[in-house]
């Protein structure tokens, strides 16, 4: 075991210090010395720290004990953290430590540890951070060459268990940093160029620089009081905050932009809540992280099938920096991502549309715009098959699309029925096309009140003609038969969804047509058994070893509200079989467990939004030639 | 004066102050119950009709409370579920056993 040695630099605020060192020394210090740096502190942090160095047992700070390292005046962070790297055991891994954090995790350095000799490229390890509210802090950050100001992934979302195992990342704040040895060996120290702020980047890019991986072990969660060390001019830190940005720019940004190897105009709809804008939303972050540089532009508005203007912010900082970044009036290459009556928007030199559709068919319009493009894209085989059919002369393309695995994962948090009832979970828009009747009446009548399962649905509805309390009604629901709850027009944050299919057993979709079909992806990346229809986009991913396909009785009409289907069928779902599959997976739930599982691992190692965004970039590379 | 004796008045006002403390017993007791059977719209509902204000809109988990609207409400995951499942719990049922499906 290769030793460790923690550096935690402190600087007045000794309450602080005191908590750090009383909730560290509780844990498993096995391999590691401890030295304590105080910057120059002028409360009562030096004489505390003298009487602990004297005063500690050794055995409760492990075989090194605890030391001191004392400096005369505040040095900043980047000295005072080198100071304590030129004293540590110099055949040791450091830990470089913020005096505001919370250790709650008994073998936290052990995993640290773990999680850097797994690779002998892996040079930096960093954890998530939340704060003492419970709010993550940090998952790792990553910085843009347009603004030069780093970000922290998963910023004060609820801490549902998101961003777990091992992945790389653009770089980690050194609020809590494990630097292996030959890192160290290799660059050094922290650049001395900052006094305090950027620091921490310009290091794991260097370390880049040098072949080492930097990278965020999500398994280790420390408690952070962010600031709580330097708290009280924010004047001050404001200006050290620019100063330091200021010389990162100078010293980065011109790589930081040279990394980019495509650029492309991505034409689609972001900040509205529909199945396109979401998807956009995650495409247009994984893209950026494949070094694709997209320019974003509203596709609809005024003129246009859907006509109202589009909320300005996205409440991302990545996707609001990449709106704002500016567009050439012909870019090379350029991408409409939305209905296929829209692609006629495209404003690029090289045109690709990319679609999707719920029947089996695409509209004339469509077909018609879709011939003008240089190439079409669509998710699924499903769909290519149905434009073939419709009539595209254009060479088309399968693009999948993905699921977040750092949201939507087994170990997400979940909120089960303390009554300990088998919970079917559903999700759905309240329309032809999801036909909620055939569920509600089919589980209402295989299972009965007296067993312990129950089905809950989560409905939205935004058409005012449609009267869903109306709807259920007259569907005489038995008081006798199969329980059935409803979250109706809930609106939950997205990044929450997987704490919902977590807390259900088994997810049931039984829709007559879908052109990818997300929350059925959601459920399975988190480990659900699922029931879904046998029919439509989602054959690309759902399949028995994995999952229950509900089959189909045969094809059918698609009558619906929705324009776009007229002329076109899609699929009739078997409700003798949905009987059957409910009480199978109710019955065997080992077997379902077990499908479930498989699921999880296939969505995470088969369809990642990043998996998609490297299809993507590939396709953009035969492009260019 | 009442023609009644200090000893007498001063046995009077005790027999009120223990009708007043067994009283205010009972209602602790029935106020203990309410908060741990109730879910947590509806102590928000019994609060505000005891202050004298309009109860809340009902809504949530079966059609019959439904307002049929089109609008979406803002929610967070625990604390819907957690309103759910309280909702689900019948006042007399017994203590609840464990986690479903062996999650």
């Not at chain 1, 953290?81 to 919370?102: H, R, S």
């Not at chain 1, 090379?332 to 690029?348: H, L, P, S, T």
Request: net charge neutral; proline share 6%.
């Amino acid at each position: 075991m290769r030793k460790a040695s923690l550096i935690i630099l402190a600087w007045n605020r000794w309450e602080l210090t005191a908590r750090c060192l009383d909730t560290l020394r509780r844990t498993d210090l096995e391999g590691a010395e401890v030295l304590v740096v105080d910057n120059g502190s002028t409360d009562e942090t030096p004489c505390r720290l003298a009487g602990l160095e004297a005063a500690t047992d050794p055995a409760g700070w492990g075989p090194a004990g605890l030391r001191v390292v004392t400096l005369p005046r505040n040095v900043g962070f980047v000295r005072g953290n080198n100071a304590g790297i030129a004293v540590a055991d110099p055949a040791a891994d450091i830990v470089l430590l913020n005096n505001d954090l919370e250790f709650l995790q008994r073998d936290w350095l052990q995993r640290l540890r773990r999680c850097a000799h797994s690779a002998p490229d892996i040079g930096v390890v960093g954890c998530r951070l939340v704060l003492p509210s419970g709010s993550l802090l940090h998952a790792g950050t990553y910085i843009l060459p347009d603004t030069v100001w780093g970000q922290q992934i998963g910023s004060l979302e609820k801490d549902i268990g998101q961003y777990p195992g091992v992945y790389d990342v653009e770089g980690i704040v050194f609020a809590c940093a494990y630097l292996k040895r030959e890192l160290i060996d290799a660059i050094g120290g922290l650049a001395l160029d900052f006094e305090s702020y950027f620091e921490d980047t310009d290091y794991c890019l260097r370390a880049r620089e040098a072949g080492f991986r930097t990278v965020l072990c999500g398994d280790v969660t420390l408690v952070h009081d962010e600031h709580g060390s330097t708290r009280g001019d924010d004047g001050a830190l404001m200006r050290l905050f620019q100063g330091s940005r200021q010389i990162f720019r100078k010293k980065w940004g011109a790589k930081l932009e040279a990394r980019y190897r495509h650029r492309l105009l991505w034409q689609s709809i972001m900040n509205f809540p529909s199945g396109y804008a979401m998807s956009c939303r995650e495409l247009l972050k994984a893209l950026e992280d494949e070094r694709v540089k997209t320019v974003y532009r509203y596709v609809y508005g005024p003129g246009t099938v859907f006509s109202p203007s589009e909320p300005e912010q996205s409440g991302d900082y990545r996707l609001n920096v990449i709106s704002a970044r500016r567009s050439p009036r012909r870019p090379a290459v350029a991408v409409v991502y939305g209905q296929g009556d829209i692609f006629a928007r495209n404003r690029g030199r090289y045109k690709i549309g990319y679609t999707m559709l719920e029947v089996d068919g695409f509209p004339r319009d469509w077909v018609r715009q879709a011939n003008r493009m240089d190439e079409v894209w669509v998710p699924s085989a499903f769909n290519r098959d149905g434009f073939l059919r419709s009539g595209l002369e254009r060479p088309i393309h399968v693009m999948p699309l993905g699921v977040d695995v750092r949201y939507f994962h087994p170990g997400i948090v979940s909120y089960p029925n303390p009554a300990g009832e088998y919970l079917f979970f559903s999700s759905f828009e309240w329309g032809e096309r999801k036909e909620p009747w055939l569920l509600l009446k089919t589980f209402n009548d295989e299972f009965s009140a007296s067993e312990p399962v129950r089905l809950l649905c989560k409905i939205i509805n935004r058409d005012p003609e449609v009267r869903v309390k109306e709807e259920i009604r007259r569907l005489c629901l038995k008081p006798s038969g199969g329980k059935i709850s409803y979250l109706f027009n809930l609106e939950f944050p997205h990044y929450q969804l997987g704490s919902l299919y977590r807390s259900a057993d088994c997810f049931v979709g039984v829709s007559r047509g879908e052109g990818w079909n997300m929350p059925l992806m959601e459920a399975m990346a988190c480990g659900l058994p699922t029931i879904a229809t046998d029919w439509g986009a989602h054959t690309e991913f759902l399949h028995p070893g994995i999952g229950y396909p509900l089959a189909v009785r045969r094809t059918v009409p698609a009558i619906a509200k929705c324009p776009y289907y007229t002329g076109f069928s899609w699929a009739d779902p078997d409700p003798d079989h949905l009987r059957h599959l409910l009480r199978e997976v109710y019955e065997d739930r080992e077997e379902a467990r077990r499908r479930g599982q498989a699921a999880a691992r296939e969505m995470a190692e088969k369809w990642t939004w990043q998996r998609a965004a490297q299809r993507i970039r590939a396709r953009l590379e035969a492009i260019a030639g | 004066m009442d023609g009644h004796s200090d000893a007498e008045r001063i046995a009077h006002l005790e027999g009120r102050v223990a009708a007043l403390e067994g009283a205010l017993k009972e209602r602790s007791r029935v106020l203990r119950l309410l908060q741990s059977q109730l879910c947590r719209r509806d102590l928000i509902l019994f609060s505000r009709i005891e202050a004298g204000l309009p109860p809340l809109p009902f809504g949530d988990f079966e059609p019959a409370f439904w307002s049929e609207t089109v609008a979406l409400a803002p929610s967070d995951v625990e604390e819907t579920l957690t309103d759910l499942w309280r909702s689900l719990k019948s006042v007399a049922a017994p203590p609840a056993g464990g986690g479903a499906g062996g999650r």
